[in-house]
């Protein structure tokens, strides 16, 4: 079975980092995404990992460890605008089905 | 980039209704689509595997002859919520694998439905 867990709310202040952690326990894996949800509207695409090390994209980055079965997403530079729900997936590698985590709310006050 | 579009984006039923969704993938071919729903504050769980010309494969605990679903093409799948209960009431939402050779998924928009 999938077994994804990431911390309910995260808060931090206009400009700082956050780091927001995914641990997960999965059968069969093949890939993790990080996605950006606000309320009402769908996920969107921030990241992808499949390998271990770190991803950097803008002020965004993630991070993959196969063997413990972990992973962060870094955003640096806070914006208001970057409230939202941070949810990691995984891929699972013999069905190509995409199991999300629990899901952080990240709040972010000026 | 690939696109889903879902409708409707919001509807609102009466109890004992039944309420279809549609997803279709615009300018790509979709063998597979994902079905999700989502309760407020809460992730998305994955309710079923829509597969282009086969029976969808459900997740543990949802409940398939409720929950009716249809890929009867490779462009469009449907989701049918039959006898529509006001526990129903959640946001669902589509996705499809891009492409074999492209790890991406795109999702649909969402439906928010009520009901009543």
């Known amino acids: 079975g999938q077994n994804i867990d990431q911390p309910t709310e995260m808060t931090a202040t206009e400009g700082a980092i956050v780091q927001i952690n995914c641990t997960y326990q999965t059968s069969g894996f093949n890939g993790l995404f990080w996605y950006q949800q606000h309320a009402g509207e769908a996920p969107t695409f921030l990241s992808y990992n499949v390998l271990d090390g770190l991803e950097e994209k803008g002020r965004f980055s993630s991070f993959l460890s196969r063997s413990k079965g972990y992973s962060y997403l870094l955003l640096k530079e806070l914006q208001m605008k970057d409230s939202a729900s941070y949810l990691c997936?995984?891929?699972?590698?013999?069905?190509?089905?995409?199991?999300f985590g629990t899901g952080t709310r990240l709040q972010v006050f000026p | 980039g690939a696109v889903v579009s879902q409708h409707p984006s919001r509807v609102i039923c009466k109890s004992g209704t039944s309420v279809k969704i549609e997803c279709r993938s615009l300018?790509?071919?979709?063998?597979?689509m994902f079905w999700y729903r989502q309760f407020p504050k809460q992730s998305l769980m994955l309710m079923a595997t829509?597969?282009?010309?086969?029976?969808?494969?459900?997740e543990q605990g949802v409940e398939k002859d409720k929950f009716l679903i249809n890929h009867a093409s490779l462009t469009l799948s449907t989701l049918t919520v039959t006898s529509a209960h006001p526990e129903d009431s959640s946001f669902y939402i589509c996705?499809?694998?891009?492409?074999?050779?492209?790890?991406?998924?795109?999702f649909g928009s969402g439906t928010r439905l009520t009901v009543v």
């Open positions: 996705s499809a694998r891009e492409h074999p050779a492209n790890y991406g998924y795109t």
């Open positions: 997936a995984v891929r699972d590698h013999n069905t190509d089905k995409l199991i």
């Open positions: 300018d790509f071919q979709a063998t597979t």
């Open positions: 829509s597969n282009e010309g086969s029976k969808a494969t459900y």
